[in-house]
């Protein structure tokens, strides 16, 4: 099947689900990554030729990296979507010396910085409503098991992954063909970065992210200070690796 024939399929596909569902309301969440990229250039085809109200959304996480905001309006400005940008009830600043530093086992920004913005922002749109969301089954062995389709309880919302089956190379060959940029994070560190909490990091995006933008790293230093004697910010394979070593070096 040719990158066309995909990008088809896909738009079809949703265009039925959004009708099947009977939507009034579709939003596409857009974090600046490449994935999210093209779920809502999907959702916004498939949307175009139905009575719906569509809005993208970017979640401000409030930890995202320089560049990644001003990315996310750039692109959604030539794709002439309408952008609504949310944030969470407090900052990830805030929350972090709260709860201390997010870890896989003990991901709490994942509500309180992304899923609690989205159900607040919900609660203004009519129901029927869908969320668009950028996941794909390949991306990691945690979304393996991701599903096309579910109804949350807490968002009140159906979830729809337009390209759950696509592969990495079908979503970069598609924005060439788009001729649209690529967030500049990608090339700086490695990822988008719009959510730079310290989960799932590796050592790698750690180095890069200190190197490349200095005074937001300062910010997780300084953090990191905070926390009760033995504390550190970043945790790889129950490891605990600490911020200020990376300045140091």
Same mark, same amino acid.
């Given at each position: =099947? ?14 039925? %689900?959004?009708?099947? @569902? ?19 250039? #999907?959702?916004?085809?498939? *949307?175009?030729?139905?009575?719906? +109200? ?18 996310? +309006?750039?692109?959604?400005?030539? =794709? ?18 709260? %709860? ?8 709490? *920004? *994942? ?11 919900? @609660? ?34 159906? =979830? ?16 060439? #063909? ?5 967030? /500049? ?11 730079? *909490? ?15 933008? /200095?005074?937001?790293? =300062?910010?997780?230093?300084? #953090? ?26």
């Amino acid at each position: =099947m040719s990158i066309e024939q995909l990008l088809s399929k896909s738009v079809k596909t949703t265009r039925r %689900y959004v009708k099947r @569902k009977r939507a009034r309301s579709v939003i596409a969440t857009f974090s600046g990554g490449k994935d999210s990229l093209i779920s809502t250039y #999907i959702a916004n085809e498939a *949307c175009k030729s139905l009575d719906v +109200k569509f809005k993208v959304v970017f979640i401000d996480t409030t930890c995202a990296l320089p560049n990644t905001i001003d990315y996310v +309006k750039k692109i959604c400005s030539l =794709m002439g979507w309408s952008l609504e940008i949310v944030r969470p009830r407090q900052s990830f600043w805030e929350l972090v010396l709260k %709860y201390g530093a997010p870890t896989p086992k003990r991901r709490w *920004c *994942c509500v309180k910085l992304k899923l609690e913005p989205l159900w607040d922002y919900l @609660k203004k749109h009519d129901s029927p409503r869908i969320v668009m969301l950028g996941l794909r089954n390949g991306e990691s062995y945690r979304r393996k098991k991701i599903r096309k389709s579910w109804f949350s309880k807490d968002a009140q919302a159906w =979830m729809y992954n337009p390209i759950i089956d696509w592969s990495e190379k079908e979503v970069s060959t598609f924005i060439k #063909i788009l001729k649209v940029p690529i967030n /500049p994070n990608y090339s700086k560190v490695g990822f988008a970065g719009d959510c730079f *909490c310290g989960c799932f990091s590796t050592i790698d995006k750690i180095r890069r992210t200190a190197e490349t933008y /200095p005074e937001f790293f =300062m910010k997780i230093v300084e #953090i990191e200070q905070k926390f009760r004697s033995g504390g550190s910010f970043f945790y790889i394979a129950g490891k605990k690796i600490r911020a200020a070593d990376f300045i140091q070096q």
